[in-house]
């Protein structure tokens, strides 16, 4: 049974507007949760983190919502550009322990 | 620049054969780690190593087994490939206190037939 769930596998938005991406988690231990991107061809990227103890984390266009009693996170990209067409593989960990990845959504950013 | 190398991006072997992935680090990080990636399930913990000569299980560590004589160093082994074992195979390192930032190498796509 997957501890992380991303339901969407692929998502498109229109260049310029807002991305969300969205991760569910059924752990109500896990304590830290983080985003990495992945172009083909490469290996995922870190792109941004939240601890449990926050309910918003910024950097640049990329936004990480957590809401703890809905057990849900998401990421937020504005405004979106081609260059952010990519996989997003949410994760999330409990304190001391590796972390578990979702399946992953694919982005694709139109022009 | 931070790098990670993985010995080869594809690789073709038969049912039955041994098989070792080489994963290379610059950065002189502690931890590092196998994943497997498969089609709707992400990435999925193989073992990790935190440090010279000790590793951890994952969360799926049947089938596979590791090596670190080298901090520099992290070879996942298949000691016996089977078809089940077609995965992309991806290698991270990461600073020790810090196994959230981890970096990764490019993959490598195995086929077993």
């Known amino acids: 049974d997957q501890q992380v769930k991303q339901n969407s596998p692929s998502l498109s938005v229109q260049e310029g507007r807002i991305s969300i991406l969205n991760c569910d988690y059924t752990?109500?231990?896990?304590?830290?949760f983080l985003w990495y991107k992945k172009y083909p061809a490469e290996g995922p990227t870190f792109l941004i983190s939240?601890?449990?103890?926050?309910d918003k984390n910024e950097d640049g266009r990329f936004t990480v919502f957590l809401n703890k009693s809905a057990k849900h996170l998401s990421l937020h990209i504005v405004p979106s550009q081609p260059g952010d067409s990519a996989v997003y593989f949410c994760?999330?960990?409990?304190?001391?322990?590796?972390?578990?990845f979702g399946p992953g959504t694919r982005l694709s950013v139109l022009p | 620049d931070v790098k990670v190398t993985q010995s080869s991006r594809y690789l073709v072997k038969r049912t039955g054969e041994k098989v070792f992935l080489e994963c290379v680090q610059d950065?002189?990080?502690?931890?590092m780690f196998w994943y497997r990636q498969d089609p709707g399930l992400g990435l999925r913990l193989i073992y990790f190593?935190?440090?010279?000569?000790?590793?951890e299980k994952g969360d799926i560590p049947e089938g596979y087994s590791v090596s670190r004589e080298k901090k520099e160093r992290f070879s996942l082994i298949l000691e016996s490939a089977s078809t089940n074992q077609t995965s992309m195979y991806l290698c991270?390192?990461?600073?020790?206190?810090?196994?959230?930032?981890?970096?990764f190498g490019p993959g490598t796509r195995l086929t077993v037939t």
């Open positions: 991270a390192s990461s600073i020790l206190s810090r196994n959230y930032e981890q970096y």
């Open positions: 752990n109500s231990m896990f304590d830290y």
């Open positions: 939240i601890s449990s103890i926050k």
């Open positions: 994760a999330a960990r409990r304190y001391g322990q590796n972390f578990v």
């Open positions: 950065m002189d990080h502690e931890n």
């Open positions: 190593s935190y440090d010279v000569k000790m590793k």
